[in-house]
């Protein structure tokens, strides 16, 4: 035997009350690392981007929309490699459920800029070549069982087409593979999208992305971008595609401060519940610290046992919630990596999950094991 | 020579604004190897007694030594760590611990050792065996009778080779035949092991095994036998 075979022994007295506080604690953990992994997919960004590539939206929400004619005018600017644009088109396939990226693009511009994206030419050449021709992430594809050829039906929201038709119909002409990221995307052609759109929607961009030709220039270019229209109807506001990802993800609200408030609800109650359960289990317990203070263990020995118990419970639990949301992981990254990017665990959350669940031990152990300390074995053993 | 030296010893405790006298000038010498009964009426201070000498309580004044010790002048930890050497504790209600298996109990002490795993296992396994227990080291108290619970107990109580044995009522939850089992035991221990035992009971029966006989009243030894 030993002191920690002794400490799980006495975890353990009643297992169904063990069992109940390892689950809530656990839960707590499943959740607090699944909403750290999204909290940080929400305000890392997408791995893809690069410094030479820009983001030019409307300034002051990213719903409004830019004109396409800002296009010609951002191209020429010095620097400027390359200007294409995108839109969300939002609407879903079949179900509200099925929800993944949609963006009307130029098929050539879109894949020149985005080289990250593997396309074959001849599938690129047919979306460039196809009037309401899509092309699809291979897994999206897949996901949903769609062949080349197939022609897919998205309901729009924000997209009605001219005559009130909601119906959008595409035919799926290819399919690409991106490297580092498996979220979701779906491209069709903008000359389609505009010319489809009631007459004074047409014409309209959400964002420019900009490739330059100087990356070093990058904040100077942007400068420049954005004093280009600041006067205009529509002004801009140029970033990076860090920036633009955390812009778009702080319509939903910030995501840090609402992850915030949930975990502290959830741990403030793991506090208390586990805590009540810990003094519940002391007092239950005070003849049998007090034997062990008669045979010879020191005060600091048994308050250490009743804090290790807490700081085990605890970990243990922790441990388990880890492991539960790694095994969650690959069923909700797909839904959320569609608004958020690439969704995963980093080292900082696991270790920030491992240190709070040590901590939490702590805050609920400190109370028990300083009565514990303070126990004199002559009130304590009357008492039995 | 005595391993037990009690002088002027006087214990109050306090109950709001009252001060209550429990011990009133104890002196008292206990021989090494002795086997001695204290017994008296409930509240005569019997076990406050016993609480001093075992280490686990402190007079309000006078001296207590016990094997040459001084208990006064310990510290909590020094205390603690001379219960654990120098003396064995046997309670009324067995005082085990009801997770742990008999061989886990008998070893709890020796947790505070520097014995090998290996070696503690031993020094368990030869204490049930001098209890007889030792085809019952792998139940839990809950599955043993009072009388094993006791034995096992008294495993733990001299598992770390004390001198010193002080037993509180250790028959007082137990029928007469056990209850004689139990006292044969400790006779046993004092006699062939060579341990000094102290025993509080109400019991003239049970205070029949000792060689020596204390009475207190009201705080006070009143009477002393020989038996």
Same mark, same amino acid.
């Given at each position: ?11 353990f ?6 069992v109940?506080?390892?689950?809530? @604690? ?23 981007v ?8 409307p300034k002051?929400?990213? @719903?409004? &929309? ?10 020429a600017?010095a ?20 929800f ?33 021709g899509?092309?699809v992430?291979?897994?999206?594809? &897949?996901?949903?069982g ?6 897919i039906?998205i ?6 087409k ?8 595409f ?8 490297a &580092? ?37 990058a ?15 529509d002004? =801009? ?21 609402i ?7 959830v741990?403030?109650?793991i506090?208390?519940?586990?805590g ?6 002391l ?16 005060? =600091?020995? @048994?308050?250490?046992? @009743? ?7 605890c970990v ?10 790694y ?10 990596e ?9 080292? =900082? ?11 939490? *031990?702590?805050?609920? *152990? ?9 126990l ?9 | 020579?005595a ?16 001060t ?28 406050t ?7 686990l ?35 009324q ?36 065996e ?10 839990k ?10 034995r096992?107990?008294?495993a733990?109580?001299i ?13 007082g939850?137990?029928?007469r ?9 400790l ?8 341990k ?7 019991d003239?029966k049970a ?18 036998a020989?038996?």
């Amino acid at each position: 035997m030993s002191y920690l075979s002794l400490l799980w022994a006495n975890l353990f007295r009643k297992k169904t009350r063990t069992v109940l506080t390892l689950l809530s @604690v656990m839960i707590a953990f499943v959740l607090f690392v699944l909403l750290q992994a999204v909290g940080e997919a929400f305000t890392g960004g997408v791995t893809i981007v690069g410094v030479d590539r820009l983001i030019v939206t409307p300034k002051y929400s990213i @719903v409004d &929309e830019l004109p396409l004619s800002q296009k010609r005018q951002v191209a020429a600017i010095a620097g400027v490699n390359l200007v294409t644009q995108q839109s969300w088109f939002g609407g879903v396939y079949q179900d509200p459920k099925n929800f993944f990226p949609k963006y009307p693009v130029e098929p050539l511009e879109y894949f020149d800029m985005y080289s990250e994206f593997i396309i074959n030419p001849a599938e690129l050449e047919a979306f460039a070549g196809t009037r309401t021709g899509a092309v699809v992430k291979a897994g999206l594809a &897949e996901q949903y069982g769609w062949k080349l050829g197939d022609i897919i039906p998205i309901q729009a929201d924000i997209w009605p087409k001219a005559d009130g038709s909601r119906t959008w119909e595409f035919e799926l002409v290819g399919t690409f593979e991106e490297a &580092e990221s498996s979220r979701p995307l779906f491209l069709f052609q903008y000359q389609y999208f505009t010319e489809s759109v009631e007459l004074d929607r047409r014409d309209q961009v959400g964002w420019w992305t900009v490739r330059l030709s100087e990356p070093e220039r990058a904040a100077e270019i942007a400068r420049e971008i954005d004093s280009l229209f600041e006067n205009s109807r529509d002004p =801009t506001r140029t970033a990076t595609e860090d920036e633009f990802s955390r812009q778009f993800a702080s319509q939903l609200g910030d995501i840090g401060f609402i992850t915030t408030i949930i975990m502290s609800a959830v741990f403030f109650t793991i506090v208390l519940l586990t805590g009540n359960t810990m003094a519940q289990a002391l007092r239950e317990r005070i003849p049998e610290l007090a034997v062990l203070k008669t045979i010879g263990f020191t005060d =600091t020995a @048994v308050s250490a046992l @009743v804090l290790g118990e807490a700081i085990v419970l605890c970990v243990v639990g922790g441990l388990c919630g880890i492991a539960m949301a790694y095994l969650l992981l690959p069923g909700i990254a797909p839904v959320l990596e569609s608004f958020a990017g690439s969704i995963d665990f980093s080292a =900082t959350t696991l270790a920030t999950a491992i240190g709070l669940s040590v901590v939490i *031990g702590i805050v609920i *152990g400190i109370v028990p094991a300083m009565s514990a300390r303070r126990l004199t074995i002559v009130d304590a053993l009357r008492k039995n | 020579m005595a391993i037990v030296e009690c002088r002027d010893v006087e214990k109050q405790f306090v109950k709001g604004r009252e001060t209550v006298e429990v011990l009133t000038g104890i002196n008292l010498d206990i021989e090494e190897g002795d086997f001695l009964a204290l017994m008296g009426p409930s509240g005569s201070g019997k076990t406050t007694l016993l609480n001093l000498i075992g280490g686990l309580d402190h007079p309000t004044s006078g001296l207590i030594r016990v094997g040459g010790s001084d208990l006064n002048e310990l510290s909590g930890r020094a205390l603690a760590k001379w219960r654990s050497v120098h003396v064995g504790f046997i309670f009324q209600f067995y005082n085990l611990l009801p997770v742990l298996n008999a061989q886990r109990n008998v070893e709890l002490p020796l947790l505070l050792t520097n014995l090998s795993r290996a070696q503690r296992q031993k020094n368990a396994a030869i204490a049930l065996e001098i209890v007889g227990l030792t085809d019952r080291a792998k139940h839990k108290p809950g599955e043993l009778s009072g009388g094993q619970q006791q034995r096992v107990a008294i495993a733990r109580a001299i598992v770390a080779d004390p001198k010193l044995l002080v037993c509180d009522e250790p028959t007082g939850d137990l029928d007469r035949e056990t209850a004689d089992e139990i006292l044969g035991l400790l006779e046993i221990l004092n006699r062939d092991h060579r341990k000094t035992v102290i025993v509080v009971t109400h019991d003239p029966k049970a205070a029949g095994h000792a060689k020596k006989i204390l009475h207190m009243d009201k705080g006070k030894l009143v009477e002393e036998a020989i038996v």
